[in-house]
């Protein structure tokens, strides 16, 4: 069984950090890219991150650019999402989701990952 699980979510202040963590069991954070995605009040699903089997990030929103990190521990085997100078418009219930390599040369092509967590509920609001 392959899963991944997030967490992290909750409620935070505009402005403020959160960190969510995608914890994930059955293969190796290290063998897949891992990708970060959100899904809001539109209900459209925004790439947000990726980390690669090598552990190369790439930026999937550039309204996320400059605030947004993600990082794997492999130890651990978990990837993470440092969320940093968060606005109400980050509202979103987040995903995270992994494939093993690329599809066609892209990193976390959202329709074609592989596996998918339920996701955490990050809400920013004052």
């Known amino acids: 069984q392959l899963q991944l699980v997030e967490s992290g979510g909750g409620l935070v202040q505009p402005g403020g950090s959160l960190r969510l963590s995608c914890t994930v069991s059955?293969?190796?954070?290290?063998?897949?890219?891992i990708g970060w995605f959100r899904q809001g009040p539109s209900q459209e699903r925004e790439g947000v991150s990726c980390?690669?089997?090598?552990?190369?990030?790439?930026s999937l929103a550039d309204s996320v650019k400059g605030r947004f990190t993600t990082f794997r521990d492999n130890a651990k085997n978990t990837v993470y999402l440092q969320m940093s100078i968060l606005k109400p418009e980050d509202t979103a219930v987040y995903y995270c989701a992994a494939r093993r390599g690329s599809y066609g040369g892209t990193y976390c092509p959202g329709n074609f990952m592989s596996y998918w967590g339920e996701g955490t509920r990050v809400t920013v609001s004052s």
């Open positions: 980390i690669t089997s090598s552990g190369e990030t790439v």
């Open positions: 059955g293969f190796g954070v290290e063998l897949y890219s």
